[in-house]
């Protein structure tokens, strides 16, 4: 596609289940990020993929958050027996390489009730 | 502090007006990059300074880095109220890590 895209959009969850989000980046494009934006907050790091190398996962805040990528496709972020706290919007991003421009999707907004 | 802050945190500005808004750092950086985000949207990249470089310009945007203060500044010339959204500045350090600040809200009243 032209862009990253994200799916779902929007996300309602109760509290205790698991959730999957889901992320396809620009064809090309080696370097995925997925971040989470708390409301008028900024950008918070979760985890980094580059190629076949091994992810950076320094951001994930606790083990019930995990992300895959197969290749250069598609990332799939899991969240396992959601939180209140993990209200928020989650963007992915991907670029030719890391550090140069990020292309982000529009994201998507879970709300745990 | 984080490594980058954007300053101010929120901006009101009348249409036609110049914007101004800085981002302070604190490690070295490799380079600086400035995004727009609209509401409910995903971030867009504007413009990119490389740490040897002073002065960017694209289009309305100019963006200046000054390594020894270890800021940066973007000016948004005759603002028109479709850049109303938040700017985020976000450095990429020597150890290949791009960081994004907390953002300035930027609102352009007609």
């Known amino acids: 596609g032209a862009g990253v895209s994200q799916s779902p959009s929007n996300k309602v969850t109760e509290k205790g289940k698991d959730v999957e989000l889901r992320c396809d980046p620009i064809?090309?494009?080696?370097?995925l990020y997925w971040y989470r934006q708390r409301l008028g907050q900024g950008l918070e790091f979760l985890i980094y993929f580059q190629g076949n190398s091994a992810p950076d996962k320094s951001g994930l805040p606790s083990d019930r958050f995990s992300a895959e990528r197969t290749g250069e496709s598609v990332s799939t972020l899991t969240i396992q027996r959601t939180q209140q706290e993990d209200s928020a919007v989650y963007l992915c991003?991907?670029?030719?390489?890391?550090?140069?421009?990020?292309?982000f999707g529009d994201g998507t907004r879970l709300s745990i009730l | 502090s984080q490594q980058g802050e954007e300053d101010p945190q929120a901006l009101s500005i009348q249409e036609g007006e110049n914007a101004t808004m800085n981002c302070s750092y604190k490690t070295s950086i490799n380079n600086l990059q400035w995004y727009r985000q609209n509401s409910g949207r995903g971030l867009v990249h504007l413009i990119l300074i490389r740490s040897n470089e002073r002065e960017k310009h694209s289009g309305r945007l100019r963006v200046t880095l000054d390594t020894s203060k270890k800021s940066s500044s973007l000016l948004i010339t005759a603002s028109r109220a479709a850049d109303t959204a938040s700017y985020f500045c976000?450095?990429?350090?020597?150890?290949?890590?791009?960081?994004f600040g907390p953002g300035t809200s930027l609102s352009v009243i007609p």
């Open positions: 976000a450095t990429e350090t020597s150890y290949d890590k791009v960081i």
């Open positions: 991003a991907s670029s030719l390489i890391r550090a140069q421009p990020q292309h």
């Open positions: 064809s090309g494009h080696t370097a």
